[in-house]
Nanobody
Framework: QVHLVESGGGSVQPGGSLRLSCAAS????????MAWFREGSEKGREGVAS???????????????YFGDPVRGRVTISRDNAKNTINLQIDSLKPEDTAIYYC??????????????????????WGKGTQVTVSS
């Protein structure tokens, strides 16, 4: 398993932006599947975004990203392998984005599938989360 630590959460007004980071204990370029999930007060854990890196499995698909429907068009996910981190930029924040945001990682191929990537059971490693609160 990989040790993951999230940072960058906080309170922001509607319409604002936040950049969350997830630091991995091992070389992030060798972790095929990394993702962000969130869990609000009334919802279960839902997938926000995932990113697949082909360095380990060499499936010939390069870097693949998926996004959850509530955030599509407002988030970007990126890897910084020099720092062993993945980042999540969230723009145009809404009150319904308020949640604890978790980083997840797995050595499998879930991030190649449009449905599997959003299943929490596909990930073996989880961070402890960072709180994002959007209110005026």
């Amino acid at each position: 398993q990989v040790h993951l630590v999230e940072s960058g959460g906080g309170s922001v007004q509607p319409g604002g932006s936040l950049r969350l980071s997830c630091a991995a204990s091992s070389y992030s370029a060798e972790i095929p599947c990394m993702a962000w999930f969130r869990e609000g007060s009334e919802k279960g854990r839902e997938g926000v975004a995932s990113i697949y890196n082909d360095a380990t499995h060499r499936m010939g698909v390069g870097e693949l990203r998926y996004f959850g429907d509530p955030v599509r068009g407002r988030v970007t996910i990126s890897r910084d392998n020099a720092k062993n981190t993945i980042n999540l930029q969230i723009d145009s924040l809404k009150p319904e984005d308020t949640a604890i945001y978790y980083c997840a990682a797995d050595q499998g191929l879930a991030c190649l599938n449009a449905h599997r990537w959003r299943q929490p059971s596909e990930y073996k490693s989880w961070g402890k989360g960072t709180q994002v609160t959007v209110s005026s």
